[in-house]
């Protein structure tokens, strides 16, 4: 009884409302009309100035896709690399990401630092940087491309290549037991050949057709600044309402 009575004067829990509003935090305002001419050397800042704050995983990305139907997906994978292709994620061109990449490459990324109250915006085309059944022209290109492939699953974690090389990605698992002896497979052969690549690993660039950076405020009038592609290197830089 002491414990109903008990539980009947404990106070209510915060709203939801309340507990966000304790963690609003003031943020460096940035001075848009200083940042570089094209997104790309503003995103090497951002995500720079987001690891030396500390934010957890800053290389997470939000990858949205649509599949043949035009129906919206969505999961978190990471940055792999950026240069002048564009951001790079990888993925098995045979997953269901991969499947929806195959019947329409227009995506978007986000990435959200809530830490450093920023997030990026991108929207464009993912191209595979290489396709094993491709018609051999532009060799050099190609090879390089494969090599990249190569390293990119050559830098995954052991178990992660294990996983990917024995899994059916996204397929219906009707006995764990199949699954155990598919891993126990993968990794006789990962570990009998260490260099060993997923047959439909893919590497992927984003090639941005606009890039918006967002910044938090605390009186809510957020800052948002857009990056329009003009060109094959040009762009135009413009701000938002919020």
């Given at each position: 009884m002491a414990d109903s009575d008990q539980s009947a004067r404990r106070p209510p829990p915060p709203s939801l409302s309340a507990v966000l509003a304790a963690l609003a935090e003031p943020f460096d305002e940035v001075d848009f009309a200083a940042l570089p001419v094209a997104p790309h050397d503003t995103f090497r800042a951002w995500l720079d100035d987001a690891v030396v704050r500390g934010v957890q995983d800053p290389h997470a990305l939000t990858l949205s896709t649509v599949d043949a139907q035009g129906r919206p997906d969505a999961r978190v994978v990471g940055l792999r690399k950026l240069d002048a292709r564009g951001w790079h994620f990888s993925t098995n061109a045979a997953s269901a990401k991969g499947q929806q990449l195959a019947a329409n490459a227009h995506v978007a990324l986000t990435f959200f630092w809530p830490r450093v109250g920023r997030q990026v915006r991108l929207r464009g085309?993912?191209?595979?940087?290489?396709?094993?059944?491709?018609?051999?022209?532009d060799d050099d290109d190609d090879d390089d491309d494969d090599a990249e492939r190569v390293a990119d699953f050559a830098a995954k974690p052991y178990w992660s290549r294990v996983v990917t090389l024995g899994s059916q990605q996204s397929q219906v698992l009707h006995?764990?037991?199949?699954?155990?002896?598919?891993?126990?497979?993968?990794?006789?052969?990962?570990?009998?050949?260490?260099?060993?690549?997923?047959?439909g690993w893919r590497v992927?660039?984003?090639q941005p057709d606009t890039a918006e950076f967002w910044e938090d405020a605390p009186d809510r009038v957020h800052r948002r600044l857009q990056y329009v592609?003009?060109?094959?290197?040009?762009?135009?830089?413009?701000?938002?309402?919020?």
């Open positions: 085309r993912a191209v595979p940087l290489t396709d094993n059944d491709d018609d051999g022209d006995d764990r037991a199949a699954l155990r002896q598919s891993l126990a497979e993968a990794r006789a052969r990962l570990d009998a050949d260490p260099g060993l690549v997923a047959a992927y660039a984003v592609r003009t060109g094959d290197q040009t762009w135009e830089k413009r701000e938002l309402w919020p």
